[in-house]
C-alpha cells in the first residue's frame, strides 16, 4: 500500500522556517509528484504547491511564491517543504499528497500523509 | 473565501441518503476534474472520487460524484454514524494555476 510518512510536529518562532519531510514508499517514486496542502485550525484546505520528483519541476500558488522552496531527493524517495518568513498565519497542520500533474493541471492527491503541526509562536 | 462553495453542513438519519454540492466556474469545475476527500476527525483527508465519478477501489459504492457544468455533486446512500466527518470538493483552477477546494461541509448522522 502507498505510504506517505512526514516529519514530526515543529515549533517556530516569528521569522523563523520550517523544512518539512516526505517519506513515499511501495511506488514508483518518479511516476508521480507531490503536493502540499495546509490546513490551519478548524479551516478549510489550501494547496500550496507541486513538485516532480523526476525532473524537478515546481508548481506553486501565487500566494506561497517566494516564500516556500520544494526540493526531492530520489535517493531517499524523500520530497521537502520549507516555509520561510513565518507568521502566525503560518500555523496549520502540512499534508503532502502524491498528485498527479500534466504541463497543464494537477489531478489532486490520491494518498495522503498524516499530516505536520507546524506551530509559530514567539 | 473559497473559490468552491459547499453548504457548511448537511445531516440526515442512518441509513438514509445524502447530497453535498459543490459550485464553481468555468475556469475550474467547468474544464476540469473534480475530486472528493473525507477527513475524519483529527486525520488526514481520504481520496473518495476522482475524476468527477470514479471511486478507488476501496471506496464502497455507497459514495458517488457526478459534474454538470460548474457544479459537482457528492452522494452518499446508507448513511452510517461512521460517514460523520468533514467532505472537501477539489478541482484544478486554470486561471490561478492552483489547485483549489471547497470550504467543506460537515455530515452529521442524526
Known amino acids: 500500500q502507498v505510504q506517505l510518512v512526514q516529519s514530526g510536529a515543529e515549533v517556530k518562532q516569528p521569522g523563523a522556517s520550517v523544512k518539512v519531510s516526505c517519506k513515499a514508499s511501495d511506488y514508483t517514486f518518479s511516476t508521480y509528484g507531490v503536493s502540499w496542502v495546509r490546513q490551519a485550525p478548524g479551516q478549510g484546505l489550501e494547496w500550496m504547491g507541486w513538485?516532480?520528483?523526476?525532473?524537478?519541476?515546481?508548481k506553486s500558488a501565487q500566494k506561497f511564491q517566494g516564500r516556500v522552496t520544494m526540493t526531492s531527493d530520489t535517493s531517499r524517495t524523500t520530497v521537502y517543504m520549507e516555509l520561510r518568513s513565518l507568521t502566525s498565519d503560518d500555523t496549520a497542520v502540512y499534508y503532502c499528497?502524491?498528485?498527479?500533474?500534466?504541463?497543464?493541471?494537477?489531478?489532486?492527491?490520491?494518498?495522503w500523509g498524516q499530516g505536520t503541526l507546524v506551530t509559530v509562536s514567539s | 473565501q473559497s473559490v468552491l462553495t459547499q453548504p457548511p453542513s448537511v445531516s440526515a438519519a442512518p441509513g438514509q441518503k445524502v447530497t453535498i454540492s459543490c459550485s464553481g466556474s468555468?475556469?475550474?469545475?467547468?474544464?476540469?476534474?473534480v475530486s472528493w476527500y473525507q477527513q475524519l476527525p483529527g486525520t488526514a483527508p481520504k481520496l473518495l472520487i476522482y475524476e468527477n465519478n470514479k471511486r478507488p477501489s476501496w471506496i464502497p459504492d455507497r459514495f458517488s460524484g457526478s459534474k454538470s457544468g460548474t457544479s459537482a455533486t457528492l452522494g452518499i446512500t446508507g448513511l452510517q454514524t461512521g460517514d460523520e466527518a468533514d467532505y472537501y470538493c477539489g478541482t484544478w483552477d486554470s486561471s490561478l494555476s492552483a489547485e483549489v477546494f471547497g470550504g467543506g461541509t460537515k455530515v452529521t448522522v442524526l
Open positions: 499528497a502524491r498528485d498527479y500533474c500534466d504541463s497543464a493541471r494537477c489531478f489532486g492527491g490520491d494518498f
Open positions: 513538485i516532480s520528483p523526476k525532473s524537478g519541476q515546481t
Open positions: 468555468s475556469s475550474n469545475i467547468g474544464n476540469n476534474y
